[in-house]
Every structure is written in structure tokens, then in C-alpha cells.
């Protein structure tokens, strides 16, 4: 771990993943300047800090402000239409910034640099550098090059690489949560998914690596850690070393990381109905700093999409996991992701989809309108035959219905006792907590002079909104 101390400042949601400033007695003669800013998921996220990481051991300190930046990364997603949109809009502030400073370098990093590869240099002229989620070693390299005056690209997929050797520079840090990757890729092929192309092969981390970056993130003061992956449950290791063949799967890795410290609390994600171990149930019930929550997208309620989906599971099957987490996980927070409009969904789906809402009430969802990738299955075999409005009233009921199951979850809630770890100041107030209990839900509560951001609490809920509990410290 590199000892940063890392600047914090509030950011709004279009601007996540806006580096912030580091600032490093070591870095003396760090004098160049990155900006970077990341789009999608949490890999992404996780991605950027590697990429900081490798352009800090090339001469580089971050910067918050892209005007005075030497390089310019955006790291994209691809996941929606919209999430593309998003990015090129970006790029255009960026360019505006490039033609008042012609030296200035704009890459373009993640899925969507390994989507579009150098098409995008001949859509987008002013950018220099596309660079895919396998080839960010090749960064330093690469922006020689550029200063050199070519334009370049490097998108080859790896099967093999984790950058489990690289540090990460934690960016945006509270200095408490931290995500780990803990594989790359995705083997699954759901027919409405880019990632499979984006991200290529399905690969693990090394158990050993992963444990010593919780640890190092344990003993410089952070609390929780994230583990990530597009499917953590098909997670499995061979050490090279081991002869006996044993191989670690997510299970034994969840409670390795346990082990680190009982004060070091674990979460995950995301999980795939179709690999869902009990024994990875058995593991979180096991340890107390395993926190109870479980984000199991479930796409559709209707087993005839799901089919269609490629998600290898039906709805029956869906639901026996759902039983299996609150027989083993009693008091588990669950939470999904929910596609509308998929190819050929009809009303009767659709009313599938309400109702396993009903049925599971889940904590919360993230809900999305199908939007066909160019390149995925369902793009070349199924026709995008929902009407748009017909996607966006079946999104609506969907969202409607959630909401009401996510206030009543936190009403259940509300005079029950909650261990909290305090993970800053809310967005509101800073005369007030804020972190998340057990089942990831955040609580809000007024701040206590004897206790400080990092410490574990008891609150008690006194009210709720349907995404924040609020409280206050009774220990
Ligand atoms: N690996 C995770 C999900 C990764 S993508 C899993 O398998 O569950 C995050 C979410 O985006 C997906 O769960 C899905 O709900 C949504 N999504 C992916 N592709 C989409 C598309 N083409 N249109 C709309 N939503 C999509
Ligand atoms: Fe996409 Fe399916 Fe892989 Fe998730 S499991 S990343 S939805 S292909
Ligand atoms: Fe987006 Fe790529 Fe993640 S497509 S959701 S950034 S894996």
C-alpha cells in the first residue's frame, strides 16, 4: 500500500469518479498531472486506481481539475446507450480544454475504449490514446508514444491479467471503505450484455494477493472492504505452488479475508443466482464481520426471458436461492437488478416481474430499460421489439412497487438497534454521521464528540425515508 493521504471533496453524481488531489511527501518529483474520471461500475472504479497507481511509479500526481491536467483519462462503460452518451458528452468539455492547450493528452480507457477500439480515434479527433481494461501496463508506454506525435491503441485482452502485483492509489477515498478486485472478466454470456466483449475471459486473482491488500488496507486504518467481481461466486484459485490441487473458491476466500481482522468488516458483489453456494451462505452466517447483505440481480421474473436472457436459471430457481439466503442468512438484506423491456416481454412477463418484487421485497433494486448492445447476443439474434414507451411505463410500475417494498423495509427497521460503521459526515449536514448497518442500508445520525469516522456504533432508528434510516448512537 502506498502511504497517500488523499484530499476528500464533495462531488456530485455525474462527476463520481473525479480524482481528487494527492498530496505526498514522497512525490517530489511527481510534477506531471493526471486527471481521471470514471464511468460504470465498481471495477471501473477500482480500475482507475490501478491506472493512478501506474502512472504515479511513471512520474505522475493527480489533479481535480482537468484544465490543468497534462493527461486526461476517461475510464467508460458501455453498458446502456445512455452510458455511452454520457461519455461522449464529457469529451467534449475535455476537448474544449485541449484546443486552449495543445499538449495536453485525452485517453480513452474501460469498455468502451475496448468496444469501439480505433474507430474511436476516427470519431473523436482530438482523442489520443484508447486503451482497453487489459492494457493499462502499457499506459506509461503508450503516452511516450503520443508525446512522440502518433495517435495510439492498445485493446488486446488478456487471459491472465489481475494486477494482482499493483497497489492501488486509493482516489476519492474516506480512508475506511475500500473495493478489492478479486477476478477480471466474464465467461457468462447473458444475451443483453457487452461485458463478456468489454472485459473478456473470466479470470481469478490470487487468494495470497488479495488477502495481503486487505490486510495493508486494515493496518492503514480502513475498516471495510468490497470484494468485486462480475460473478464473485464462480471465484476460484489454484495456487502454483500447491500440490495437493486444492483449489480456493469464493467461500474460502470470503472467510480468509474474515480472518484478516474481526474488526475488518467484508462485503460482495455481485452475485449470480446460478452459482450461489450454500456454502458461501453457511460462510457469511459463520462470521460476524461477513456483513448480511447479498446483491443477487435477478433481470426478470418471467423463467421464459430469463431464458432468452441466457441467465441459466428460472424463476423457480431464483426463488429457491431467495429461501436458501433467509433460511441460512436469517435478517439478510437482498437487492437486485431488474431489466424492463427485454425482446419479446409481454404483459404477462411483465406482471412475472411485479411479482416476484412481491414476493422477495427486496431492499432496494437498480431497475434499467432493456438497450440493445451492438455486438451481444440478444443484438444479433432477437429483435429490440418493446416499444420505448411500453418499456418506460413497465420500468415505472417496476420502480413504484420497489420504492414502496424499500420504505417498508427501513419501517421495519425503525426502534430496532443497528451496528454501524461511521464512514463520514452526510451529504447534508455535517453535524451529522452517516455509514451503513448490517444489510447495507444507510443510517444518518448526529454526530457524538467521543466518537469519530472509523469507529463501529449502536443506533437506534427512530425514522426513515425509503433510502436513509435515521437514528442516533446509543453506544
Ligand atoms: N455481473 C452482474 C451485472 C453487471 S451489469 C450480473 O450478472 O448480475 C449491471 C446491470 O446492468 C445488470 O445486472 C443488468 O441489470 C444491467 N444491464 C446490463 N446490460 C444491459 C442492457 N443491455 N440494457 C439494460 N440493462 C442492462
Ligand atoms: Fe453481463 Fe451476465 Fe456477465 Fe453479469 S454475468 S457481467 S450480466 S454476462
Ligand atoms: Fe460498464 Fe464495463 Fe462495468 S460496460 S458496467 S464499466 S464492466
Known amino acids: 500500500m502506498l502511504e497517500l493521504n488523499i484530499q476528500s471533496k464533495e462531488h456530485d453524481e455525474a462527476r463520481q469518479g473525479e480524482a481528487l488531489l494527492l498530496k505526498n511527501d514522497l512525490l517530489i518529483n511527481n510534477s506531471r498531472k493526471l486527471y481521471i474520471e470514471s464511468y460504470g461500475c465498481q471495477m471501473n472504479f477500482a480500475d482507475s486506481e490501478i491506472v493512478a497507481s501506474i502512472l504515479f511509479d511513471h512520474g505522475f500526481e493527480t489533479t481535480g481539475t482537468f484544465n490543468d491536467a497534462d493527461v486526461i483519462f476517461i475510464n467508460t462503460c458501455s453498458i446502456r446507450e445512455n452510458a455511452e452518451q454520457r461519455v461522449r458528452k464529457r469529451l467534449t468539455d475535455f476537448k474544449t480544454a485541449k484546443s486552449q492547450n495543445p499538449g495536453m493528452i485525452i485517453g480513452v480507457l474501460g469498455c468502451m475504449a475496448e468496444r469501439l477500439k480505433s474507430k474511436f480515434l476516427d470519431e473523436e479527433k482530438l482523442v489520443d490514446l484508447v486503451v482497453g481494461p487489459d492494457a493499462y501496463r502499457d499506459l506509461p508506454n503508450l503516452i511516450g508514444k503520443v508525446e512522440e506525435g502518433s495517435r495510439e491503441v492498445n485493446v488486446l485482452l488478456s487471459r491472465e491479467e489481475t494486477y494482482a502485483d499493483i497497489s492501488p492509489v486509493r482516489l476519492n477515498s474516506n480512508g475506511i471503505t475500500a473495493f478489492i478486485s478479486i477476478m477480471r472478466g466474464c465467461d457468462n454470456m447473458c444475451s443483453f450484455c457487452v461485458v463478456p466483449f468489454t472485459r473478456g475471459r473470466e479470470r481469478s486473482r490470487s487468494a495470497e494477493s488479495i488477502v495481503k491488500e486487505a490486510r495493508d488496507l486494515f493496518e492503514a486504518g480502513y475498516r471495510e472492504v468490497t470484494l468485486l467481481g462480475q460473478n464473485v461466486d464462480s471465484y476460484k484459485y489454484k495456487a502454483d505452488d500447491k500440490e495437493d490441487g486444492a483449489v480456493i473458491s469464493f467461500a474460502d476466500l470470503l472467510a480468509m479475508v474474515a480472518d484478516v481482522d474481526p474488526l475488518l468488516r467484508v462485503r460482495f458483489s455481485t452475485s449470480h443466482p446460478k452459482d450461489l453456494t450454500d456454502d458461501v451462505l453457511y460462510t457469511i452466517a459463520k462470521y460476524s464481520n461477513i456483513c448480511n447483505s447479498i446483491h443477487l440481480p435477478v433481470q426478470s421474473g418471467s423463467s ?14 431464483y426463488i429457491d436461492r431467495i429461501n436458501a439466503i433467509r433460511k441460512i442468512v436469517p435478517n439478510c438484506g437482498i437487492s437486485t437488478d431488474i431489466i424492463s423491456g427485454f425482446c419479446t416481454e409481454t404483459e404477462q412477463d411483465h406482471e412475472d416481474t411485479l411479482s416476484i418484487i412481491d414476493l422477495v ?3 432496494y433494486a437498480y431497475m434499467f430499460t432493456y438497450s440493445e448492445r451492438p455486438g ?15 418499456k418506460k411505463r413497465r420500468l415505472t410500475e417496476i420502480v413504484n412497487k420497489q420504492r414502496s417494498y424499500s420504505l417498508k423495509r427501513l419501517e421495519s427497521q425503525v426502534g430496532k438497534t443497528h451496528k454501524v460503521l461511521i464512514e463520514g459526515f452526510s451529504k447534508r449536514s455535517d453535524q451529522d454521521f452517516c455509514g451503513r448497518n448490517d444489510q447495507n442500508a444507510m443510517v444518518v445520525f448526529p454526530v457524538v464528540d467521543s466518537y469519530k469516522i472509523g469507529d463501529y456504533v449502536t443506533v437506534i432508528g427512530e425514522t426513515c425515508t425509503s433510502a436513509t434510516l435515521i437514528g442516533k448512537i446509543i453506544e
Open 361 to 363: 421485497q427486496f431492499d
Open 304 to 317: 421464459r426471458v430469463l431464458d432468452l436472457m441466457n441467465r441459466t436459471y428460472t424463476r423457480e430457481w
Open 376 to 390: 451481444t447476443l440478444a443484438a444479433k439474434r432477437f429483435e429490440d421489439d418493446v416499444p420505448e414507451e411500453t
